[in-house]
Nanobody, 126 residues
Framework: QVQLVESGGGLVQPGGSLRLSCAIS????????IGWFRQAPGKEREGVSC????????YSSDSVKGRFTISRDNAKKTVYLQMNSLKPEDTAVYYC???????????????????WGQGTQVTVSS
């Protein structure tokens, strides 16, 4: 069984930084592509960033490109999302998710992901 636990959310001022962590208990962690998603009140869940298992390639949405960085530590079975230059529009619940299907590229389509964490709230406000 795959379990995901996010942490690191909180309240931050515009322009500030946060680092989210996603600890994943899974036998085959090394083989999974991992994604970060977010959902703001009244909006659909959107893909933020993802990282492949094969070579650690990363993909990010245009809205966070250059500000957010996804990374993974296979030894710790943890994926991180470093968020810099935060804006009020980044306010959302952030989720990490696992795509168990082997693939050389990762998807930002939430339907590709099977296992999800409970989410962590990020609020950007002065």
């Amino acid at each position: 069984q795959v379990q995901l636990v996010e942490s690191g959310g909180g309240l931050v001022q515009p322009g500030g930084s946060l680092r989210l962590s996603c600890a994943i208990s899974a036998f085959n962690f090394d083989y999974y592509n991992i994604g970060w998603f977010r959902q703001a009140p009244g909006k659909e869940r959107e893909g933020v960033s993802c990282i492949t298992s094969s070579d650690g390639s990363t993909y990010s949405s245009d809205s966070v490109k250059g500000r957010f960085t996804i990374s993974r530590d296979n030894a710790k079975k943890t994926v991180y999302l470093q968020m810099n230059s935060l804006k009020p529009e980044d306010t959302a619940v952030y989720y990490c998710a696992v795509d168990p299907q082997p693939s050389y590229s990762c998807s930002q389509n939430s339907k590709e992901y099977v296992y999800w964490g409970q989410g962590t709230q990020v609020t950007v406000s002065s």
